[in-house]
């Protein structure tokens, strides 16, 4: 069906005459009786009988006319939801890893509550490979993801990528430990991450460079059990920068070279239009 005919009808049904529905939509009055015909033709029914000079909607035609509310409401509802220019409104799904989250997505939601309280974001916690195929099959929006300067992420032609921050990654060691070359840790037991292999890589690379393989003993994706086991003297794990992770882990810097973890927020080219989208991806703000 035609909705523009379905407004004919409904208006019809308002008003009670062809010609104040054509005074009121801005047409002829012989457009609206065609209108009301063809609409007819496509529903197989008849939607108005004679009543004197005027017409009325038969009980088929009153049918349709009350059907007719939802579907152009619904047909609006939808015209707005994805008009750049309107106030953005809807689920919007996001998987990230955590540091991301916290960094940035949760600021941007608190911004969002007051400006645009209408967008309600759902928050899944995802290592980059499981928020891709998310993402591929349409089961979230956004993708927070990131990867090292050591072991890049390869880009899907079909992604939108936009760097949010990046930060220094170092060897986490217990805090009475200082600096030493990087070849004097071939005999420790390493940890790394159990959902994600970046980590892992960028450790072969460097123990590569320094002339052993690491003896990887603990998988963990938690950074703060990382420090446990770090605390404890269970292993050593590469860690970010800044403040310590908790008091008893001391992180080295890695200079030759350097480890740098590199933020992105990621989306399906094309979808950053849809304005709860655009306007979460507006709020991602990089921390100073």
Request: charged share 25%.
């Amino acid at each position: 069906m035609d909705v523009r005919r379905l407004r004919l009808l409904l208006e019809l049904s308002r008003l009670g005459s062809m010609h104040e529905v054509a005074a009121e939509l801005g047409t002829t009055t012989s457009a609206v009786s065609q209108g009301i015909a063809a609409l007819a033709r496509e529903v197989h029914t008849p939607l108005v009988e004679p009543d004197g000079r005027r017409v009325r909607l038969t009980p088929a035609g009153h049918r349709l006319a009350e059907h007719a509310v939802t579907i152009l409401a619904a047909v609006e509802a939808a015209r707005l939801d994805l008009d750049p220019a309107a106030e953005p409104v809807g689920v919007l799904r996001v998987a990230g890893f955590a540091t991301a989250i916290r960094r940035s997505l949760l600021p941007a939601m608190d911004d969002l509550a007051q400006t645009h309280p209408g967008i309600e974001v759902r928050v899944h916690e995802y290592e980059p490979l499981e928020a891709f195929d998310l993402l591929a099959r349409d089961d979230v929006d956004l993708a927070l993801t990131y990867d090292y300067n050591l072991a890049p992420l390869s880009w899907r032609s079909d992604h939108e990528v936009a760097e949010l921050w990046s930060v220094d990654w170092g060897l986490g060691v217990p805090a009475r430990e200082r600096r030493a070359p990087f070849a004097s840790y071939a005999d420790r037991d390493w940890i790394v991450n159990s959902r994600n292999t970046a980590d892992e890589e960028v450790l072969r690379t460097l123990a590569s460079m320094a002339g052993f393989t690491p003896r990887i003993v603990h998988r963990i994706d938690a950074l703060e059990l990382v420090d446990d086991l770090i605390v404890a003297g269970r292993g050593i794990g590469l860690l970010p920068r800044g403040p310590a992770s908790r008091r008893g882990v001391r992180v080295l810097p890695l200079t030759d070279p350097r480890v740098t973890m590199r933020a992105y927020a990621v989306t399906r080219r094309g979808r950053d239009r849809w304005p709860p989208l655009r306007a979460v991806l507006d709020r991602l703000a990089v921390p100073t």
